[in-house]
């Protein structure tokens, strides 16, 4: 967990852990997402990173969100 | 249901910002939706770093939650799957992570734009559309909240972050320009700075 989190955001966030990881237990088909959730959680926020790197990373979210947008228009409009 | 939306957020972000300077450390946020927490973060030239990571973050936790959300229609948590009310509550989770989104694209875009003289009023506009894009992310369906009250949760984070900047401060702004500088260059959008001393472009 990052260092840089506060003792409130880091409680909320552990609890958030705690109930997505009791999920799984009876709802194995939500584990892969909240196995992406709980990594993100855990990735923290690194410092340092040199230039290239956060280039990548923004290139990262902007493919990301362009998929999100994708997906999403898709699960809104299928009618099956 | 957009323009709903806009005035809830604007509430939230005038809470948020009323709060900014009552509050030193810590603030807590308890919503229809979610609590969550919203936490200062020490300022330092890495902290435009922290926010691009946490942008990233919030990016990757929407696409988590629309891929569970097509995951829990298929295994017919909303109901059998075909079924008018299953494919309604897949409807309503992908709109509010869709309208989320959007508005994370539209925070992300206008963090390109930024220069020293409009800063200020970006980081309002960064703020504003953070604070919506945490608005109405929830839907009632106990696994599906879960997943985006940790999406609200990481918004917040962004939030938090983004707050801490100020133009005003000169000592500060010193420091994070030249931060700004490297971390626009992947928006390949930085444009010209008003003291005369340094122009920073494409």
Do not use: W
């Not at chain 1, 990594?39 to 990173?49: C, H, L, M, Q």
């Not at chain 2, 500060?172 to 700004?180: G, Q, V």
Request: glycine content about 6%; some cysteine.
């Amino acid at each position: 967990m990052s260092q840089n989190r506060q003792p409130s955001a880091l409680s909320t966030i552990e609890s958030l852990v705690k109930a997505l990881s009791s999920i799984n237990a009876f709802l194995p088909a939500a584990a892969p997402g909240v196995a992406a959730i709980v990594g993100i959680f855990k990735s923290g926020i690194k410092a340092g990173k040199s230039l290239a790197e956060m280039e990548a990373e923004a290139a990262d979210t902007d493919a990301t969100t362009g998929r999100v947008r994708d997906k999403s228009k898709k699960q809104m409009g299928d009618q099956a | 249901m957009i323009r709903s939306k806009q005035i809830v957020g604007q509430f939230a972000l005038a809470i948020v910002l009323a709060f900014q300077t009552a509050t030193p450390a810590q603030l807590v946020l308890t919503g229809a939706s979610a609590t969550a927490a919203v936490t200062a973060v020490a300022c330092g030239p890495d902290t435009l770093e922290k926010l691009n990571t946490t942008l990233n973050q919030v990016a990757h936790a929407l696409e988590a939650a629309i891929d569970t959300n097509g995951r829990l229609y298929e295994a017919g948590a909303y109901g059998a799957k075909g079924s008018p009310e299953a494919i309604q509550m897949r409807q309503r989770v992908a709109r509010v992570v869709n309208d989320s989104n959007e508005f994370l694209i539209q925070a992300v875009d206008i963090a390109k734009g930024l220069t020293k003289e409009t800063f200020e009023a970006n980081k309002l506009r960064i703020l504003e559309k953070l604070s919506l894009a945490a608005t109405g992310l929830t839907i009632g369906h106990a696994t599906i909240d879960l997943v985006l009250q940790s999406v609200t949760t990481l918004i917040n984070q962004a939030v938090a972050i983004a707050q801490i900047f100020k133009a005003s401060d000169v000592k500060h702004i010193k420091r994070i320009i030249p931060a700004l500088n490297e971390h626009l260059k992947a928006f390949a959008r930085v444009r010209e700075i008003t003291t005369g001393l340094e122009v920073f472009a494409e």
